[in-house]
């Protein structure tokens, strides 16, 4: 149960994901599905689908190894290269002879101190490997994201979108697979971007709230104003609602500018990217 996404901009490459997982059984847990690895020459941070304890024992092995290095820095091929050693070798034990196109999959930013970039990495089955492509998602709301995606921005523009652009649209996306996969994708979304300096930023929760909660709010006037459209049977309506449209949206406009003026907490990200990026800090320290 995932939706958990690449995009690459102007600044770095930003994840993004859902929280809600299952424990192996029935219950519902919420996790992040973003895992962050400091070694000495980069960082990656993996993004996961799928079976839970197999994508965090795939990450901790990849990051083992990252970590476990010691000669000259590295360029982003050859720690694309490492990660890719110890997936295949992970995949292959967990999924032997699996031919088909399993759900345990990985997203990977990478940042490479030597060359003072970052790239977006993604995995099929047993290959890893650098994208050609600025969106790169991967769980069972794929699809989805694609297409909302693909609709509105061709996969080879996003590059050149500023950070927080293309966060926005990241989390509208996201908001929209939640909204039409409640039962697969669910909890709080969080984001983090990696950036070509290597600093990175954790999106506030507050700041991702409210662009879902607007984003869907938009959604469904649209939703109502389609559907006066193609009401051939009261011809009148649709002009009627059009007048009352613009300041209905106006309306919307004025809240979100509130909301935005009102930055308590904004800053602060949702408890579970914060957790696991706060332990893999100071594990290295």
């Known amino acids: 149960m995932t939706i958990a996404a690449g995009f690459v901009n102007h600044d770095g490459v930003l ?3 859902d929280t809600m997982t299952t424990d192996g059984g029935m219950s519902v847990v919420y996790q992040s599905k973003i895992i962050p690895v400091y070694f000495g020459d980069g960082k990656a941070f993996f993004a996961f689908s799928g079976e839970v304890k197999f994508s965090e024992s795939a990450a901790e092995r990849c990051g083992t190894a990252l970590q476990r290095y010691n000669a000259a820095p590295r360029s982003i091929g050859n720690i694309a290269a490492a990660i890719r050693k110890e997936w295949t070798v992970a995949f292959q034990e967990s999924h032997p002879g699996e031919l088909s196109l399993s759900g345990d999959q990985i997203i990977c930013a990478i940042y490479s101190e030597r060359e003072h970039k970052v790239a977006l990495c993604k995995s099929s089955n047993l290959s890893f490997a650098v994208s050609a492509s ?5 769980g069972w709301g794929e699809s989805v994201a694609r297409y909302l995606v693909g609709r509105r921005f061709p996969f080879s523009s996003l590059a050149a979108l500023r950070q927080r652009h293309v966060f926005e649209i990241a989390i509208a996306t996201l908001a929209r697979v939640k909204d039409f996969m409640p039962n697969a994708v669910g909890g709080n979304l969080i984001a983090v971007n990696l950036s070509k300096d290597g600093s990175e930023y954790l999106y506030g929760q507050r700041d991702i709230e409210r662009i879902e909660s607007y984003v869907l709010q938009f959604d469904d006037v649209a939703r109502e104003m389609l559907l006066h459209f193609m ?4 011809p009148n309506t649709f002009e009627v609602k059009a007048r009352n449209l613009l300041s209905e949206m106006d309306d919307i406009r004025r809240h979100w500018e509130s ?14 990217i914060y957790n696991i990026f706060r332990k893999a800090r100071e594990s290295v320290q």
């Open 15 to 17: 994840l993004a994901a």
């Open 134 to 138: 600025d969106v790169e998602c991967i």
């Open 231 to 234: 009401d051939f049977d009261r």
């Open 259 to 272: 909301a935005l003026a009102d930055n308590y907490l904004a800053d602060i990200p949702p408890m579970e």
